[in-house]
């Protein structure tokens, strides 16, 4: 627990929130600034900066809760879709520096656009960046 960062503060219960699910390892909470109606947030009560941090093992945890917790909000929102969304590092969006993945669950006609830029690569430019990832795995 970091005295400086306010979802390990959330996490604890020492900062209200509006929790929708909380076990030993985790606490879930609505977003203070929903994307959509029902956007939440996967809080790890352990203080990780981010996806390089973060063990393993409970990254996986994570995303296996994540699972569960769509299914659920879906059946309670009556959502269209979902967005799951975890940002790592400024550039990337990421504002609040301890480990946290988004639950946004979509919904037709919502407005919002979570999305990307397309690029054009050629071949021989995809082929040259997988050989740089590959030469790492
Ligand atoms: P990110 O940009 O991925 O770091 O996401 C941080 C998210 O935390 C944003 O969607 C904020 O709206 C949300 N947020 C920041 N402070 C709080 C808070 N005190 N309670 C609930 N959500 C928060
Ligand atoms: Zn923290």
Same mark, same amino acid.
């Given at each position: 627990m970091r005295d400086d960062c306010i979802f390990c503060k959330i996490a604890a219960g020492e900062i209200p929130s509006q929790t929708i699910y909380e076990d030993d390892s985790y606490r879930v909470i609505l977003d203070l600034g929903p994307a959509a109606k029902g956007h939440a947030l996967i809080l790890p009560k !352990?203080?990780?900066a981010d996806i390089f941090e973060i063990p393993e093992e409970k990254a996986g945890e994570v995303f296996r809760? *994540?699972?569960n917790m769509a299914v659920k909000m879906k *059946? *309670?929102?009556k959502c269209d879709g979902f967005n799951i969304v975890q940002n790592n590092g400024k550039v990337a969006g990421q504002t609040v520096f301890h480990f946290h993945m988004h639950l946004i669950p979509r919904y037709t006609d919502d407005g919002q656009d979570i999305n990307w830029k397309p690029g054009e690569p050629?071949? !021989?430019e995809l082929k040259e960046t997988a050989d740089i990832i590959r030469g790492e795995i």
């Open positions: !352990e203080h990780y809760l *994540a699972k *059946a *309670a929102l050629t071949q !021989e």
